[in-house]
């Protein structure tokens, strides 16, 4: 399998760091090779016809510049004249989503998959990738968008077939729950930020994060997914987590979640604010936790936990997607 | 896709419910039919060629006697003479697991898939049942087996193709744990029988779960299925529940525990009585509970939790694996 990875942020150095430890394993486990013919960030495109390395991309990365490879560099419109499967896209969101939308959309149209981490695209222009992905016999898988490393979609696509769903609360956006337990634990906002920051746990605009737009963009794609909704950003109540009053009561079991639920046979979506019993496994989870809890028809509900989301993790959820195509 | 369904206990009559209940779902949303063509219990074997109506068989059992529906009887040995797919294993456990193994390399030989939510054959006969099914091209799935409802061997083998497992702990026996908590709180070890009973969660002898046989068995085909190693019920250490003395410190924290780790390139597994932290997720399941945590390498673990587990879910688990045969 040939791929194109498209971002370099926290969540590409991730991704290179664990295929240079786990490549031996996915050949001879899952029997699939995943070599990277094209890498590309901010400032360069990349391309081995023969596959990179990802340890070199990644010292050099962290070095400062890609360029430093050796591998030979290529015009970013000639990406596509380049042979490979699998476009990855783990590029910062853009609040519009158009610009991953026209890349999914040349994906398509080019006959390459996609895989994605990226949110704002899938939450503003479902219907039409989705439409673009079926004419064209295409796949997109987008696992890493909700809850980070935490297994969501595929779990229920594979794990819950042969359950209905009808609801569905979760703690999908570790950057805005990590702000709010800050806060309530006494500390300013500025200081929250810079300490998700260093956790890499944030958007590279941190205010998609704590404004609520990236929960909002998650709730969306979840709706749209498993609900079959096709619901946009602006058609669902959200809410964020700038100006909280750190003296409101209960706040340390405040927790911004999405839920989606069929209520009537209509689909309701939001991102708000809500407190939690304490006896709820969803409370467990603290700022640098990411999890949710399925409803479904006749049958006890499942609760799916992670104490602590971060790159590391989003980054298995992308490469899971890869091993699912 | 036709099925022989064989064993209407608890759980064989939960999947029939489900079955009435979910089909035209099954078929819009995964596009598959499950039709019962041989459907049998210990009196009576009965073929319909055109499939049964799983409502009827329900109604038939509880009132006491399949033969009631209708459908033709047939011979317990012209059962592979019919046509169908999948031999789907809803009987009772022998303690030696015999019954089960010969069953299924006979569907194997006589190329019909498996899937079965009884254990001690996969755990007394792994390697055979597995060689065999490979050798005859033919799948086997067990979902049911571990944990009941709560998706395990789907769970790891779907959703964290990425990840390697280095550690599994879990509390995979409902009633064991149900009876653990009851002496926890006072009840003597045979009215904890009784309620037991009630729910649905026990073996048909249930001195399998209280003696610590069936988690034992649990724990040893999850060595075998997640760590490869060719594990038997008496290699490794196991304990039960009878004979639990109520004023042991901490009984409420106690749990029957599978537990199976890669200690220095060996594979450990054991399933035994042991004192939880209060602040772990798995502490969180009363006696009605299963769940699980997983561990891998280098990243976060993810803990998977069902608060009210009985035969309906872990009829959900079997009809998961047909539909992802």
């Known amino acids: 399998m040939k791929i194109a990875l498209l971002g370099l942020g926290q969540v590409g150095r991730s991704f290179l760091r664990i295929l240079a430890e786990n490549s031996d394993y996915y050949e001879q486990r899952v029997r699939r090779k995943i070599e990277i013919v094209v890498a590309a960030d901010f400032h360069h495109v990349l391309h081995a016809e023969y596959g990179m390395d990802p340890q070199r991309l990644l010292y050099y990365k962290e070095k400062g510049d890609i360029?430093?490879?050796?591998?030979?560099?290529?015009?970013?419109?000639s990406l596509f004249?380049?042979?490979?499967?699998?476009?990855?896209?783990?590029?910062?969101?853009?609040?519009?989503?158009?610009?991953?939308?026209d890349l999914y959309l040349t994906?398509?149209?080019?006959?390459?998959?996609?895989?994605?981490?990226?949110?704002?695209?899938?939450?503003?222009?479902?219907?039409?990738?989705?439409?673009?992905?079926?004419?064209?016999?295409?796949r997109i898988r987008y696992e890493a968008t909700v809850a980070g490393g935490v297994p969501?979609?595929?779990?229920?696509?594979?794990?819950?077939?042969?359950?209905?769903?009808?609801?569905i609360v979760g703690q999908v956006n570790s950057a805005a729950n990590f702000v709010l337990l800050s806060i309530a634990k006494g500390e300013t906002f500025d200081h929250a930020i810079e300490e998700a920051g260093k956790?890499?746990?944030?958007?590279?605009?941190?205010?998609?994060?704590?404004?609520?737009n990236d929960s909002a963009w998650k709730t969306v794609i979840t709706a749209n997914s498993i609900f079959g909704s096709a619901l946009k950003p602006h058609n669902i109540r959200f809410e964020?987590?700038?100006?909280?009053?750190?003296?409101?009561?209960?706040?340390?079991?405040t927790?911004?979640?999405?839920?989606?639920?069929?209520?009537?046979?209509k689909i309701v979506a939001s991102s708000t604010l809500r407190k939690l019993k304490q006896s709820d496994p969803l409370a467990s989870?603290?700022?640098?936790?990411?999890?949710?809890?399925?409803?479904?028809?006749?049958?006890?509900?499942?609760?799916?936990?992670e104490f602590n989301d971060g790159p590391t993790e989003t980054a298995t959820a992308v490469i899971n997607d890869l091993l699912l195509l």
């Open 285 to 305: 989870l603290k700022g640098k936790g990411l999890g949710y809890t399925v409803y479904m028809n006749g049958r006890a509900p499942l609760t799916v936990l």
């Open 152 to 167: 969501f979609f595929s779990f229920i696509q594979e794990c819950l077939r042969s359950s209905v769903v009808t609801r």
């Open 199 to 212: 956790l890499g746990i944030l958007e590279a605009n941190y205010h998609f994060d704590t404004l609520g």
């Open 107 to 138: 994906s398509f149209g080019k006959s390459r998959d996609v895989v994605t981490a990226c949110k704002s695209g899938l939450a503003n222009f479902w219907p039409e990738i989705m439409s673009a992905a079926s004419s064209s016999n295409r």
């Open 81 to 101: 004249d380049k042979e490979f499967d699998v476009l990855v896209d783990l590029m910062p969101a853009t609040s519009d989503g158009i610009r991953a939308r």
């Open 67 to 77: 360029w430093g490879t050796g591998y030979p560099e290529i015009d970013r419109e």
């Open 240 to 253: 964020g987590v700038e100006g909280l009053d750190p003296e409101v009561p209960g706040l340390k079991y």
């Open 255 to 265: 927790r911004l979640l999405a839920e989606i639920a069929v209520q009537d046979g």
